[in-house]
């Protein structure tokens, strides 16, 4: 039998009780006048929650080895940043989300799991005890929990929506030596725990009370809970309640680089309006071809490096003003929220590590390590949750300069607002397109680098210099023959959703109307039969008036990147025996022999270098589009090389007058996908795509294939036709032709 330390203690004294009195006998005096004193039951201190099974808890008696209880929550809990649907329940006094927990303290532990120490103690080896839990979802217990978290967090106006109490109780004779208690609220998109300290025996070993979180990115521990003084717990506060400690189990996503407090920054709330704050750097940042020793934080969501912005609202963007300015979120906030922003400046350590990651991933060309990083968060409404949370991190290293967004909650705004970045002159600029169409709530979900709630930009040098040995660079292998040394007509792109009308030697027919001319955009586009004012793309079906061939349409032109496009029709030579070739390969039935090919090449590089430019030393995007035609038939390829992320609207594909032809290459109208590109395919070949877009013939089709359907059944035959089609559509063929089944044979019983 293990008998607790109370208990031995108790025998030891009866023992020398007996042995001082060995023949003592027990007599009553009538005479003498007794008082008899009724013992008042035993009660937790007030601050504690009701408890036990007069509370209706659920409870467990101490079994020994480290054992705990699953609990499952009736209402998922957020947990600095990670939502849980279960929690461990240990026996010695431990809360874990993750992962149930027989590992000791001390935090942070800096480990794999998600935590709060009530009071965490091998208590197994000394006491016997138990602990009793219960989840609440309406009742007096979430009245008191709204009253307890909107006095010690006033700004917040929490309306509880549930509450999970789990109590540990040591050494019960005749009442609990150690008592205390965990109290989780959640309500308002809010999450809090509160821990209650009532007396506390002499307790063996390491002992520890706080919480922690995975990676430690958010830990506390309470102080006399480490330092040799825990029996003084229940007098100990973090807000003014003796035995009471209040936390807000809120954090940022994990997008966001640690800031505030915690993170050592410099701190401001809001003092005027339209107020800024000037920042002095320790190193220089360059943005998009300027170089700054300073900047201005604005309490609207605005950074702008060479003067202060007066104005509390956007001029929208592109302003083709006299500013260089980032807009993380810019409104008027200041006049509905209390405001807060912090920042910091980093040289050295784990943070310039994270940058230099995170660059190196969006930017994988780079090969990029930061030597400098500046973090700027906003928020908004109440300190503990903001209503708006956003950051900008500015980093540098070498010659490149780049900028992460990243979004949290958004709250309603009632003002013109903007988020993007815009230079003088306007000659770089970019505005994400939720922060002005209505749908800014939704900015924590949108990303141009596949990370909700992140924008990643390159805004320094992006001209590397070049050695005078260097090779110039080549097209991939797939590309016709372009540029000067096949005697092109070449354009320099000058912006202003520019084209130019070129007369076809050959006319050409495109999905049943044919064409004498055709117009080349600058933005990537060929049209037929007029030009496109428009800079990048009506998403497809347009159902418009226009047919055209989009090799990659976007707004190409105002990136600022030195950019060419070159051109040439052929009617005669190798490159009409290279075009009969492809087309015979990827189209076998067809016999085609082609009589007249058409080459359009656009190449733009980051760059103003020429040299850089001939070299494709920096970012680039090259694309080609082949225009076929020979007898009654027409084709056309589209090529891809190198293509870096494009961050305005962007599409690939083709459409016809009515849509009644159309199709959009999978991922081409996605951004951060562009990069993609050159892997895709419908032929088999990387980096090619092949259509036909003449005369369409019948043509005859004969496969194999396994099917567990009744073939002999029309319903069946045309569900597989269909399947069939779909599958010729997406490797080009038009999505008008019908599908007739002709024969059908039985090969297998």
């Known amino acids: 039998?293990?008998?607790s330390l109370a208990s031995q203690h108790l025998l030891v004294l009866l023992s020398v009780l007996s042995l001082t009195n060995p023949s003592s006998t027990t007599t009553t005096d009538p005479s003498v006048n007794t008082t008899t004193t009724t013992a008042q039951p035993w009660t937790a201190p007030a601050v504690f929650y009701p408890f036990g099974l007069a509370a209706g808890d659920t409870e467990h008696?101490?079994?020994g080895g480290e054992s705990y209880y699953s609990v499952g929550l009736?209402?998922?809990?957020?947990?600095?940043?990670r939502t849980y649907n279960q929690i461990y329940v240990n026996y010695n006094g431990l809360l874990t989300f993750n992962v149930p927990s027989t590992s000791g303290p001390y935090s942070p532990t800096r480990g794999a799991e998600d935590f709060i120490a009530a009071l965490w103690n091998d208590f197994d080896d000394y006491y016997n005890g138990v602990f009793s839990y219960q989840q609440y979802t309406n009742g007096s217990v979430l009245t008191r929990a709204t009253q307890d978290i909107n006095q010690y967090f006033s700004q917040v106006n929490i309306n509880a929506a549930w509450v999970f109490v789990v109590t540990w109780r040591y050494a019960l004779q005749p009442d609990p030596a150690i008592l205390f208690q965990v109290v989780l609220i959640s309500g308002s998109g809010q999450s809090y725990f509160l821990m209650n300290y009532g007396d506390c025996a002499v307790l063996y070993g390491q002992l520890e009370a706080g919480y922690d979180t995975i990676n430690s990115t958010s830990y506390f521990v309470i102080p006399d809970s480490t330092n040799g003084n825990y029996q003084n717990l229940k007098n100990t506060s973090n807000v003014n309640v003796p035995g009471r400690w209040a936390f807000n189990a809120w954090a940022a996503p994990a997008i966001f680089y640690l800031f505030g407090s915690a993170a050592g920054d410099t701190e401001y709330s809001l003092t005027s309006d339209e107020g800024y704050v000037p920042v002095s750097f320790s190193i220089p940042y360059t943005f998009f071809g300027n170089t700054y020793n300073s900047l201005y934080v604005h309490f609207n969501g605005l950074l702008t490096f060479n003067q202060p912005q007066p104005a509390s609202g956007p001029n929208y963007n592109p302003t083709r003003g006299a500013e260089d300015f980032i807009a993380a979120l810019w409104s008027d906030l200041d006049d509905y929220y209390s405001c807060f922003f912090s920042y910091q400046q980093y040289t050295n350590g784990s943070v310039l590590t994270r940058a230099t990651h995170d660059i190196n991933q969006y930017f994988p060309q780079m090969n990029f390590t930061a030597s400098w990083v500046f973090v700027v968060t906003w928020k908004y409404g109440p300190q503990q949750n903001p209503a708006?949370?956003?950051?900008?991190?500015?980093?540098?290293?070498?010659?490149?300069?780049?900028?992460l967004m990243n979004y949290g909650d958004c709250a309603t705004i009632s003002e013109q607002m903007e988020a993007g970045y815009d230079t003088i002159n306007s000659i770089y600029h970019f505005v994400i397109p939720d922060s002005t169409n209505g749908n800014y709530q939704n900015l924590k979900n949108t990303t141009n680098v596949n990370v909700p709630g992140r924008w990643a930009f390159i805004a320094g040098n992006e001209s590397v210099s070049t050695t005078t040995t260097a090779q110039p660079?080549?097209?991939p292998a797939i590309f016709y023959p372009f540029g000067s040394a096949a005697r092109d007509a070449e354009r320099l792109i000058s912006g202003d959703e520019a084209y130019e009308s070129v007369a076809l030697s050959t006319p050409y027919t495109f999905f049943g109307r044919t064409y004498n001319s055709l117009y080349v955009h600058y933005n990537g586009l060929i049209t037929f039969n007029q030009p496109q004012p428009a800079s990048g793309p009506y998403y497809y079906v347009t159902r418009g008036a226009e047919d055209f061939i989009a090799p990659l349409w976007s707004d190409l032109d105002d990136m600022g990147w030195m950019g060419k496009y070159w051109y040439q029709q052929y009617t005669s030579g190798s490159v009409l025996t290279r075009a009969t070739q492809d087309i015979n390969w990827y189209f076998p039935q067809m016999n085609f022999t082609a009589s007249w090919v058409f080459v359009v090449t656009w190449d733009f590089v980051a760059t103003s270098?020429?040299?850089?430019?001939i070299h494709h030393s920096a970012q680039a995007i090259t694309f080609q589009g082949v225009l076929i035609s020979g007898g009654n038939l027409s084709f056309f390829l589209i090529h891809y090389g190198d293509c870096a992320i494009i961050y305005d609207q962007v599409e690939a594909g083709y459409d016809t007058i009515n849509s009644i032809h159309h199709f959009v290459i999978p991922g081409s109208n996605v951004g951060y996908s562009i990069p993609n590109l050159k892997n895709t395919s419908n032929v088999n070949v990387p980096g090619r795509w092949a259509f036909m877009g003449g005369s369409e013939n019948v043509v005859g089709l004969q496969m194999r294939l396994q099917s567990f359907s009744d073939l002999t059944k029309k319903e069946d035959i045309e569900t597989v036709l269909q399947q069939i089609k779909q599958e010729l559509v997406n490797r080009g063929l038009s999505s008008s032709v019908e599908m007739k089944l002709r024969k059908i044979k039985k090969t297998q019983p």
């Open 1 to 3: 039998m293990r008998l």
């Open 61 to 63: 008696v101490e079994t």
């Open 74 to 81: 009736s209402t998922p809990f957020k947990f600095f940043g």
């Open 388 to 403: 708006i949370l956003l950051q900008v991190v500015l980093v540098s290293g070498g010659d490149l300069s780049f900028f």
């Open 473 to 475: 660079w080549t097209a």
């Open 609 to 613: 270098d020429v040299n850089s430019f």
